[in-house]
């Protein structure tokens, strides 16, 4: 009883700020921070209701919400009525008036900034809106995991260095003027650190190299000499992996670089990017020798060997992309602890992990309204109606003019914080190949096979492609006319795989310059196996025109329709 009467001094504490939710939070210490969210996590339909209201108060003015009644909802129940759940095909036009510079659509004003999901080429990047507000709940989740880290690694931010793996992309704006940003890879200025200086391993202006041998050698040169490096923090913990297997396979070089103080190991660089890294070359014998030493005693140079101080390491631990972390726990030292950086998007942040080894997150109900799908699909649940160990598709109302979107993303809850959900991500709902979290549309791999056939002189009958998790690879089965199924299924692959690189910036990525894929591979299929594709279906839809083949599987095919 006691704990409920402080949950509800709190929620007046909130509903009595003349500044929202997130503004509030914003304006506290880290100590009160960590206690208010402690608080309110027991009390998630209050806090809940009142972002929802608050939100909701912000916008109605806006040209969504006046055609909505955002000024007419009173209840939960009034804005399910009166908002449809959306897409992004919903979103998208309102999205390209604000890129234009029209006001007051789905937010008061114009977009501080977009943030943009990483396009491909030939498929149009999403634009989300960002504000004022929705950029101080983003930050909000990034402060609440600093106090995170900081709970499993004291000081940690103060004692030593952080590796940060992030990617910094060229700027763009829309034709309306207003900035693009990305919401891909570890965002340095809105995550660790905040407000502090970070004391990073490697010049920063290093992230921003296109070359990639160069950036990766100048990266692992630089952070290798720092014995201190204490965190590390990315996305993806596969990317560190082949960080590291390049520099121990550059490790003369790199120790010889540090031994002078030089970056002759990464070839020809920009002269201005050389005169920035100046004040950072210092010659440094003792350190390469004892490299030296360890490549003479091991054979090899691994973290483990230079950096034994190693605390954190700050990954996604979660889904397909959570398998990576088992390939580098070998080449770290054994004290190395591991945190989920936390579930997000390009969309905002929705989570954060407080427990070590554990891909769960407490839902971030401090910053966005949330609704859930049940996975079997059903009435639409709030935060406080989940249950433990079930799978729900996840919609977001947010302070960036998203309202009731559909993420298509399906979490699962693990466990409790108070009476919030703790909430891991378990995959895409809709057709997206995600293996490294590189979310490839399975429609552009399925294009690009048709174009490369065609070109080939192969017509296709039937393709599907299934992410093999495993192997992490995309395999493509394809049947083709009889007339030209004498084709040469190695040849064809390494073909389609090189179309890919070209038409996709994220596959060329996560597949060449990280390696976090291995190149797609083709399998022939006999002919007959589209039709017993349709066959099966016909039986569970009892009506061939009901029946649409996937492109992208989660099974492979039976074996006896492979050549």
Not at 86 to 95: G, H, L, Q, R
Not at 305 to 313: C, H, N, Q
Not at 466 to 482: H, M, N, P, Q, T
Request: aromatic share 8%; glycine share 6%.
């Amino acid at each position: 009883m006691n704990e409920f009467c402080k949950n509800i001094t709190m929620i007046e504490k909130l509903q009595q700020s003349d500044k929202n939710i997130p503004e509030t939070l914003d304006q506290i210490s880290p100590s009160e921070l960590f206690q208010l969210s402690q608080e309110c996590y027991q009390a998630p339909e209050l806090t809940q209701s009142l972002q929802l209201k608050q939100i909701l108060d912000w916008s109605k003015d806006t040209e969504f919400g006046r055609k909505h009644s955002f000024s007419e909802i009173k209840t939960i129940a009034d804005f399910q009525r009166l908002v449809p759940v959306a897409e992004w095909t919903d979103v998208e036009p309102y999205s390209d008036r604000m890129a234009d510079g029209d006001e007051d659509i789905l937010i008061p004003g114009k977009p501080n900034v977009f943030i943009a999901t990483t396009g491909t080429t030939g498929y149009k990047s999403k634009l989300i809106p960002e504000t004022t507000t929705g950029a101080i709940a983003r930050n909000l989740v990034m402060k609440l995991k600093i106090i995170a880290t900081n709970r499993i690694s004291p000081g940690i931010l103060n004692r030593g260095c952080i590796l940060p793996l992030s990617n910094i992309l060229p700027s763009q704006k829309t034709s309306g003027g207003i900035p693009i940003s990305y919401a891909s890879g570890f965002t340095l200025n809105q995550s660790l650190g905040g407000q502090q200086p970070l004391k990073m391993a490697f010049p920063y202006e290093i992230l921003a190299v296109r070359n990639t041998f160069i950036r990766d050698y100048l990266l692992m040169r630089f952070a290798i000499q720092r014995p201190d490096v204490l965190l590390i923090a990315g996305n993806n913990v596969g990317r560190m992996t082949e960080l590291i297997r390049f520099a121990n396979a550059h490790s003369e070089s790199i120790i010889q670089d540090i031994e002078n103080g030089t970056v002759i190991g990464a070839g020809t660089i920009d002269p201005v990017l050389l005169e920035k890294l100046e004040s950072a070359l210092v010659a440094d014998p003792n350190r390469a020798a004892g490299l030296r030493q360890i490549k003479e005693l091991k054979g090899e140079i691994l973290p483990r060997d230079y950096w034994p101080s190693l605390e954190l390491m700050l990954f996604w631990l979660s889904s397909s992309v959570g398998q990576y972390i088992n390939d580098i726990k070998p080449l770290m030292p054994n004290t190395t602890k591991y945190l989920d950086m936390g579930y997000g998007a390009s969309e905002g942040k929705f989570n954060v992990a407080f427990e070590p080894n554990n891909p769960a997150g407490t839902l971030s109900i401090l910053t966005a309204f949330y609704e859930f799908i049940p996975e079997e699909g059903g009435t639409l649940l709030l935060a406080h109606q989940l249950e433990d160990q079930k799978c729900y598709e996840l919609v977001i109302t947010t302070w960036a003019g998203l309202y009731r979107y559909n993420m298509k993303d399906v979490v699962k809850v693990q466990g409790f914080t108070g009476n919030t959900p703790n909430i891991v991500f378990q995959y895409k709902s809709n057709d997206v190949l995600n293996i490294a979290n590189e979310k490839v549309p399975a429609s552009q791999v399925n294009d690009v096979i048709w174009k490369i056939a065609a070109q080939n002189g192969i017509e296709p009958v039937q393709v599907q492609i299934y992410a093999d998790l495993e192997g992490r690879r995309y395999v493509c089965y394809l049947e083709s006319k009889a007339h030209c199924s004498d084709f040469d299924a190695n040849e064809l692959s390494e073909k389609i795989q090189q179309e890919l690189t070209v038409s996709s910036i994220i596959y060329n990525r996560y597949c060449v310059e990280q390696k976090l894929l291995k190149p797609l591979t083709l399998m022939k299929m006999k002919n007959g196996w589209q039709d017993s594709l349709y066959a099966e279906k016909n039986k569970q839809t009892g009506s061939s025109s009901q029946v649409k083949l996937p492109v992208m599987i989660k099974e492979k095919p039976g074996s006896n329709w492979m050549l």
